[in-house]
């Protein structure tokens, strides 16, 4: 079966998550992805939770969730010889991934207008905390400060201007910058394969932050108005709030008022609502959310969450169970859209990881193999790009490879 991206080859030079994940999207779209390691590896690996599972503490799933379907190469950057070897890959390749600061690109003869030289339909792409122009081009970052913090987004997200800054789980930032990354990456390679003419491309965890909150942007960019952080009980519909159920899990509503407020009335069993004066209109609901929060939750107390859900949907309510990580783990529409396949390893077995957020008709596009040990297609690799036996012995006896 045909895949999105079959025959491209991706050489790629990063660490951690966000620039690693979109390599691994690509790779479960089917492109042959070169992982190039220090010869101590990507130092991402063996830093993520072990799986509280009897035989499974020892493998690496969290690496393994951004790098699987790689080949992975140990090279020392550092050693001049070494470049010459990412330029001989880099000339047969149609991509070059990394997230090397300006500096390290041009000391290692990484940057654009070097590998262009050697392959002028390359396509060269770069991630960045706050991008490569302006007072902090270059400035490095991770998806808390750059993509959480600088982008306003935890600031928006606190309830009330002196509540605590929330914290992120971990590399939700960097998945969201992989994605636009990739997003970047397909279009300038779909111009590159038009013109014959490579392409320089980029993004940031800074401005992806920004594009997830446009909604909020398209009118503060204008009046430069601080948002207002809302609590519950002053959020401006009580059609569009999180309430607590009786076993303690939550529910969240987001219905327009209009449609929203009668269903919601009388799926809680509180048809007086529709004629207490006090409740009369959307505004007066609004000016009153401090009283009607407390009484939807007395209410909402009565019952669970899984109890008071078959109710909403009987009543056509749009809302939504706020379910725990361990519950999507096991969620039923989770499991219908196929989002944690199935992986083997010879040594661990079947295991599930995280699908990507797409899927094709036609296509098997997902994560194949599972995540390359360090340094565990060094020697097939440089085999296929033309480097012989007595080469490969030489660059392993001078350390220059692993």
Known sequence: MALPLDNITIIEIDNWMAAPSAAAILADM?????????????????????????????????????????HSICVDLANPAAIDIIHKLCGQAQIFLCNLLAQRQEKFRLDPKTLLAINPSLVHATLTGYGTTGPDAWRPGYDVTAFFGRSGLYDAMREGPHGIVPMARPAQGDHTTGLALVGAILGALR????????????????????????????????????????????????????YPCGDDRWIVFNMPEASGWAKLCKALGKEEWLKDERFADARSRYQMMPVLVPEIDRVLAEKSRDEWGAIFDAAGLIWGPVLGLHEVAQDKQAEAINMFPKLNDEEIGDYRTVGIPMRFKTANVGPKTRAPKIGEHTLSVLAEFGFDEAAISQLLAAEIIR
């Open 191 to 242: 111009l590159a394969e038009r013109t014959g003419t490579g392409q320089v491309v980029e993004t940031s965890l800074y401005e992806t932050a920004v594009w997830t909150q446009a909604s909020d942007f398209a009118t503060t960019a204008i009046d430069q108005a601080p948002v207002r952080q809302r609590s519950r009980e002053n959020m401006l519909l009580p059609t569009a709030n999180r």
């Open 30 to 70: 089917g492109a042959r992805v070169i992982k190039v390691e220090p010869l101590t590896g990507d130092p991402m690996r063996n830093n993520g939770r072990p799986p509280k599972v009897d035989g499974l503490a020892s493998y690496d799933f969290q690496f393994d969730v951004d790098n699987r379907g790689k």
